[in-house]
């Protein structure tokens, strides 16, 4: 086939190709053939579908070879050639099964190129130049990726906070925070423009936006002071989202969690040395003793003598045992880690605390004692959670991120929805107004613009269209995230039967006795009952990871289990992307059908294909998801399956299990989650596993009972 030929047919047929593209069509022409032109044509704009393109790849074949166009002749087996009718389908007629697989795989499901970043064997030379090609450029924009974020990871992802030493050197000590007029920019892209930051002290705000959208980097970047005119004067810490486990024992990670507390001491230490070194002069002797009373001075007001006893206390508000308190932190569960977060944010009592989804992990009792300590905690409180109930008791005022700003609303979650549609619904009637205000004026100027006697009021009405302050029309919020569980069939009865069931680590430690309950696939159960009562031991002996002392859990046969625990990253490896996660637990699955799974869950482009490790939480639950769904399962147990998803985001879910045709058992804090699912409480406590004789706001009652009872001891 003649290049210049294949060249000039190209730029007859593709009017205005760069010269690029030229190079790569007819190399592709030239290599693979002219149908594999077909997804370019489409990508590149020359053809509108695929019939235009297969259109023009035609008349470029005719020009190319003439009457020997494999494209408009067929020839047959016993009638000779002949001519075709109408064009025909390459992809369903030139392409055997696997070749098509494999076109799929190459382009995609949707047929259009993107950066890739798996290995595809083909054995074509000319298919695997472009390969290579592909897989380069992808290398490239993975190092790019990796560049901008570096630094933005954990320094030490064992400390439970975030928190720099306060800069008392200058004057003011106001406690309000008022910052204008700021930026924030996070791995190349902008967060943050122009944006207000107002902080009243002593109010308590719910930072909320969807997932993604910077939250936690704005956090992160008040933490650390890194925001220009951010008042350096006061104590602010930051609670992350999820607290590593360290070799050091709970009590000493508490109060190390006080870098203040910790630089004073060091300082204390280094001055007492050196007022011991005997070639210290008398004025140094001076020097030094003036700084030991500025830093004994401080350390009296932020309570460094006291700091142990009042650590203890609070660990044992929190229900930390003595043996407990002097445990390692390798030893506790990710919910009592995030409660060590919590007694450190406690401890040090900041100006400004910043707590990240502080209700992720912990039990229903401990996120209603949360939320009464909140209540009337004396400084200011700055929170992301996607808990609507635990908004709407703790919050004072509302912080709104979106579209590169932030919004104020007095009043907790459920006043600012108010709020905010009334704001919108407001917006828009006064844009309509506003137009038809404007089109009225416009109308009069475009009627009378050359009529001499009616200037002046044509003049008039020009002036008023130009003093009219716009009003934009209310834009659309973002897409709400909806997604379906796949209908998994009907199974036969029993689905999973719990029959006497005794466990225990040894028969001095039981846990529960005697547990009689059954699981079908039109369950809705909540399992409820504070941290260490065994609900996660109850998941572990239907999943057959342990076996009871007594009794037995029958499970059918056919049963497909979709378990999604409150640890799911670590069935991840974060330093590859959701695709190549998925393709390990299914290497026999078709990769266009795995994309077209996670795209269900808004997994989709880039997001897809770059490592899970610069994801944000939510979209790592949503790949977890993604997983969860895959198989079909017949019966799913989630284990605080709202932890890092927004309040879309949790919505879609629910609404997804209460048309899913299979059972459900949840372990969760979110109120509003539970009630909005479930039907069936399963309370877990005092050695039983029992279903409770009432719905889940008559067992919320209870527990805030003693949640106050305890507050008041």
Not at 39 to 67: H, Q, T, W
Request: net charge negative.
């Amino acid at each position: 086939m003649d290049p210049n030929l294949v060249k000039a047919a190209l730029a007859k047929y593709c009017p205005g190709i760069d010269d690029d593209a030229l190079e790569y069509f007819t190399a592709i022409v030239l290599d693979t053939g002219i149908q594999e032109l077909i997804p370019f044509l489409e990508s590149y704009s020359f053809a509108a579908n695929s019939d235009e393109a297969e259109d023009l790849c035609g008349k470029i074949d005719r020009m190319v070879n003439g009457n020997n166009s494999a494209l408009h002749k067929h020839v047959a087996i016993n009638d000779g050639v002949k001519i075709l009718d109408s064009t025909i389908k390459l992809q369903t007629t030139l392409l055997s099964a696997d070749e098509q697989a494999r076109v799929d795989t190459l382009w995609g499901f949707d047929k259009i190129r993107d950066k890739r970043n798996e290995t595809i064997e083909l054995n074509e030379a000319g298919s695997a130049r472009y390969e290579r090609k592909a897989l380069k450029e992808q290398k490239k924009w993975l190092e790019e990726l990796e560049s901008k974020f570096i630094g933005d990871e954990d320094v030490d992802p064992t400390n439970i906070s975030t928190m720099i030493l306060p800069d008392f050197t200058g004057n003011s000590r106001e406690k309000d925070i008022h910052v204008s007029n700021f930026n924030i920019t996070y791995g190349g892209n902008l967060l943050l423009e122009n944006a207000d930051l107002r902080l009243v002290y002593g109010r308590r705000y719910g930072l909320i936006g969807r997932n993604g959208i910077g939250k936690t980097t704005l956090l992160k970047h008040m933490a650390m002071h890194d925001i220009e005119g951010f008042p350096k004067h006061h104590r602010v810490l930051h609670v992350k989202q999820e607290v590593k486990s360290s070799g050091d024992n709970v009590l000493k990670v508490v109060l190390d969690s006080d870098v203040e507390r910790k630089s004073l001491i060091t300082r204390l230490e280094k001055l007492n040395q050196e007022l011991q070194a005997p070639d210290t002069s008398v004025q140094s002797v001076e020097n030094i003793m003036a700084n030991i009373s500025e830093i004994q001075e401080r350390m009296n007001i932020i309570g460094v003598h006291t700091a142990e006893s009042r650590a203890a206390m609070i660990l044992h508000g929190l229900g930390f045992t003595e043996a407990m308190q002097m445990s390692s932190t390798d030893s506790l569960s990710g919910g009592w880690r995030m409660r060590v977060a919590l007694a450190g944010a406690l401890f040090i009592e900041p100006d400004l605390l910043m707590l990240d989804e502080p209700t992720n992990h912990l039990d229903l009792e401990a996120v209603l004692w949360l939320q009464n300590y909140l209540q009337s905690y004396p400084h200011t409180v700055l929170l992301v959670s996607h808990d609507k109930a635990f908004l709407n008791d703790v919050c004072t005022d509302i912080m709104l991120f979106k579209k590169l700003k932030l919004t104020y609303y007095r009043g907790n979650y459920d006043a600012f929805e108010k709020a905010y549609h009334e704001a919108r619904l407001v917006q828009q009637r006064q844009h309509e107004a506003q137009m038809v205000k404007v089109q009225h004026m416009q109308e009069f100027v475009d009627k009378f613009r050359y009529n001499a006697k009616r200037a002046s009021l044509v003049q008039s009405r020009i002036k008023a269209i130009e003093r009219e302050v716009v009003v934009e029309a209310v834009e659309e919020d973002d897409k709400p995230f909806n997604f379906e569980f796949p209908d998994v069939g009907v199974l036969g009865r029993p689905v999973i039967e719990i029959e006497g069931v005794t466990f225990g680590y040894d028969k001095n430690n039981i846990l529960f006795r005697d547990v009689h309950l059954g699981i079908d696939q039109k369950s809705r159960i909540a399992l409820v009952g504070p941290n260490g009562a065994g609900k996660s031991t109850l998941l572990n002996l239907i999943q057959s990871k342990i076996a009871p002392l007594d009794g037995y859990i029958h499970v059918n046969g056919q049963l497909r289990l979709g378990i999604f625990t409150q640890y799911h990253l670590d069935s991840f490896d974060l330093t590859l992307s959701p695709l190549q996660n998925m393709l390990i637990k299914w290497p026999k699955a078709i990769e266009a059908d795995l994309r077209a799974h996670l795209g269900k869950y808004e997994i989709t482009g880039n997001d897809a294909l770059k490592p899970m490790k610069f994801s944000s939480g939510g979209q790592k639950s949503r790949v977890a998801f993604a997983t969860l769904t895959y198989s079909k399962p017949h019966v799913v147990i989630l284990d605080e399956p709202t932890n890092h998803l927004d309040m879309q985001a949790i919505d879609a879910l629910a609404h997804a299990l209460k048309t899913f045709t299979g059972g459900v058992l949840v372990i969760s804090h979110d109120q509003h989650f539970i009630t909005s699912v479930c039907n069936e409480i399963w309370l877990v406590g005092n050695e039983k596993i029992v279903q409770f004789d009432g719905n889940f706001n008559d067992y919320k009652k209870i527990v805030l009972q003693n949640v106050t009872k305890t507050l008041s001891k």
